[in-house]
Each structure stands twice: as structure tokens, then as C-alpha cells.
């Protein structure tokens, strides 16, 4: 079945954005999960934060609401208390989530409050074009860091697993169907899953070369219920594995409360 998901929104971002690619996929990953009978279409509630990422909340024709720079977790948290009957997910990006909004992160992923976040982490504030953000490279030159980065990047996929988030998962947008496929299993998840979706920025920090080369996709048959290995597992630098590195079933915050 056709399910319209399309809105009349004019698209505004960067001609040829990697966002393009997790619009799709999300809309993809929706459409099956309503035809499968797994969700319903009037129960999905997307929010979004402040940034590039948070323009999806325009493009897509479900409920939404578009919450303060770093504050989707926590209005998702309230949406999801208020009716737990909904499908709360929540879309952010690096700055917004892991700059602005990491308290709120660590401890949505710590009381497992029953939310799926996707993250567009470019590694850059893009909307404001072109500063640092927690993840940008050591060496980022930017409008804030003209001399370069002197910070290291933090790994927001060790910073979830090590907080008590019962899925954790990294997908690219170079293969939307892999990443539609973990949208999919994050959307089903019942508890904190958190998404970390790599998307080069291609004004202001383009990285699709250095990624396309490094990024590779581990055994979809290994146990995911081993968080020792899977904080190795999301450590690796070498090359950079992909994939849903830990998946536990917990009670939820709504749930117990
Ligand atoms: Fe995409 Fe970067 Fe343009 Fe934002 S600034 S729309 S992330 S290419």
C-alpha cells in the first residue's frame, strides 16, 4: 500500500546534502513498518532539534514538533509520558545533541526512556556554517577554529553504551537500504535507541572519501547482548564498523513509572 508521506515543505537544504539520503531512507523505513501492521501512521511523532538535520521534521507527513537547540530528548520524553501510546522519535545532530543536549542524552539513554534517537553526525554545525562540534576532527579548520581543532573528538556510540542505552547503533548514508534496515529494527526497539547516522556535510566538511574507504558493516549474526564487546567493537579506528553493536531488552522509564 502507498502510504503519502510526502509534504508540500519547500526543501531547503545544500543541493546534493547526505540528508537527502536519511530523508529517504526514513520514509522508506516508515512506509514498511505501516505495511507490515508494526506501526501506525497517526501514532508516530517526530521531533527534531535545532540545525540541518531538524528541517526532516518539515519534510515528512507525520506529527511533529520541532523543539529548542539541544531539548528534542527531553520534549520527546514529555510527548512519550504524556501518551505512551506513541511512536516518539527523535532526529538531532552532532552539535545539538552532543554539545547543547548531552545531560539530557545521557540520562534519556540512562533511565531507558522508550524513544528512538537518530543523530546526523557531519562532524560540523553546518546550519551556522562551518564551526566545531563534539565529534569534529582534531585539526577541524572552521569559521571557530581557523587554526585547526586542538580537541579530540568524543565517540558518542561509547558515551551511550557506557550510559545504559539498550540500543546502540552507527549506520552511513553511503547504503540507505542498511541504513533503512536499522532505522527500522531502532523504531521497534522498545526502550532508548540511539542512531548514529555518519553524514558528511558536503559545504563544510566534506568527508564522503574518507569515509567510503573506511566504514564496513560487522556480522549482523553476532550476539548483541555482550556491551564489553561492544564497546570495543565502537572504539575501532582503523577501520570503522557499522551496524547494531548492542540491543537489550529492559523495562522502560514509562513503564516503571
Ligand atoms: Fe547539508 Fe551541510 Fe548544507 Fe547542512 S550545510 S544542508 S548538512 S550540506
Redesign the pocket.
Known sequence: MTVDLNTKAKN???P????FMILTAFKNALTELINEGKIKKDKVVVGAGIG??GKIADYVNVNSIISLHGRVVPTMTGVKLGNPDLTAIAFSGDGDSYAEGMEHLVHASKRNSDIKLFV?N?Q?F??T?GQVTPTSKKGYKGKSTPGGSIEEPINPSLVMLSSGATFVARAYTGDMVFLMQVMKKAILHKGFAHLEII?P?????DTRDYFKEKVYQIDSNLPKNDLKWAMEKVQEMEKIPLGIFYEVDKPTFEEQL
Open positions: 531547503t537544504w545544500c546534493g546534502c547526505t540528508n540541518c538535520h546526523h557531519n560540523v553546518g546550519l556554517t553524514q556535510c558536503i559545504s563544510f566538511a
